[in-house]
């Protein structure tokens, strides 16, 4: 089967192919071009590092931000501090457009049943951490007013809530922020948020840790919402999924043969195993990346387990949390988006979940629209 997943932007196409593995480089970086056509052309680059099912189907592409043109080497910048610049982009014509670029530092978290006396410490970190958007799952008690009351302290604006089961999910930001979806139907077992903020829609979920089919469904729900929004996606939360990018050290940590014995067998089978008990199943993960959304966070290693251990099906390291977006995310601005999980002594304690943190260039000029198509469809 051959897959071809092309990314146009700044007038420039790069065209991975599956069956090969290959990379076509940017045809129109060439000897000569400005460091902005570079870094432009850098946010593009896809390794080809391309993993496949056994019948053919791509599982996904990693994503790098190595990258050269020509032998010249164009150096990430660091990191650490807020940063902007100007990208080149073109109109469909191919006039040339300017979007000036930001990096913004977004954090995921799980608190653990509503943080309790933990809660000071999250705070703590969230505000020291000086981030521009938060997504939170299990707000538990939390009500919408007191998280309002709470991320003023720590330092945001902009808050918004969903409780549709105990588990609550927040989102908290120091931008402007408009809610679009709170989907608290059945599609979902513990809804989802969505708000449109820094020209994109960011979504927060908690997926279901009881059944692999359900998390499916939610996934096919998830990608209804991601193929409408107009423009940049984000999904950030807990989705109690294995991914399909880190199927090697699954079988390194002979995972599903660990996951068939002890006392908790039969939760962590139906949790994570094919109906036979014999794979791990990547179904709701491969649904998401077949959207199409990249898995920045692909290289960014475990998320659970804690010193603060209270899920039996925490039982080894395995990577929970995740940040997804879509092509436009992804290469609208150089580079692409990163993810470090905080496996930090102070984190090892806040929760029974690392908080993962993520740098994300976006550009300004996506200005909110007043219709916004969003919505997930009905389900039984």
């Known amino acids: 089967l051959t897959f071809q997943q092309r990314l146009s932007l700044t007038g420039t196409s790069m065209l991975t192919s599956a069956w090969s593995g290959s990379v076509s480089m940017p045809t129109r970086l060439r000897p000569g071009s400005d460091t902005s056509e570079a870094n432009q052309a850098r946010s593009l680059f896809i390794s080809a590092n391309v993993s496949h099912e056994g019948d053919g189907r791509v599982i996904a592409i990693r994503t790098s931000s190595a990258f050269s043109v020509l032998n010249e080497s164009i150096p990430l910048p660091a990191l650490d501090t807020r940063r902007s610049h100007t990208t080149a982009r073109h109109n469909n014509d191919g006039r040339p457009l300017a979007a000036r670029c930001h990096e913004y530092k977004i954090l995921q978290w799980n608190i653990l049943d509503g943080g309790q006396r933990r809660l000071a410490g999250i705070g703590k970190l969230l505000r020291e951490g000086r981030y521009d958007v938060v997504s939170l799952n299990e707000l538990n008690g939390i009500e919408a007013v007191r998280l309002e009351s709470m991320a003023r302290e720590w330092g945001y604006t902009q808050t ?112 994570f195993l094919t109906a036979d008990g014999t794979r791990i199943d ?94 997930v469809p009905n389900s039984p």
């Not at 908290?172 to 139907?185: C, N």
Request: aromatic residues 6%; contains cysteine.
């Open 160 to 271: 918004a809530h969903l409780r549709k089961s105990p588990y609550a999910l927040g989102l908290l930001s120091k931008h402007p922020m408009r809610v679009r979806l709170r989907e608290a139907g059945n599609a979902f077992a513990h809804g989802m948020l969505c708000a449109d903020l820094l020209g994109t829609l960011f979504c927060v979920t908690h997926l279901t840790p009881n059944s692999v089919t359900r998390r499916v469904m939610e996934a096919r729900a998830i990608q209804h919402v991601a193929r409408t929004a107009p423009r940049g996606f984000v999904l950030l939360g807990d989705l109690n999924t294995l991914s399909p990018l880190d199927a090697r050290a699954h079988t390194l940590a002979s995972l599903p043969a660990r996951m068939s014995h002890g006392s908790h067998a039969q939760a962590l089978a139906r949790k």
């Open 282 to 375: 990547y179904a709701p993960m491969q649904t998401l990346l077949d959207t199409p959304l990249w898995d920045v966070g692909n290289a960014s290693g475990h998320t659970v387990p804690t010193d603060v251990n209270a899920d039996a099906m925490h039982f080894a390291q395995l990577r929970l949390d995740y940040c997804l977006v879509n092509s436009h995310v992804l290469g609208t601005c150089a580079p692409a988006p990163s993810v470090h999980v905080l496996r930090l002594n102070r984190t090892q304690a806040l929760s029974d979940h690392f908080p993962i943190e993520i740098s994300m260039w976006l550009h300004d000029d996506a200005a909110s629209s007043d219709v916004f198509p969003i919505g």
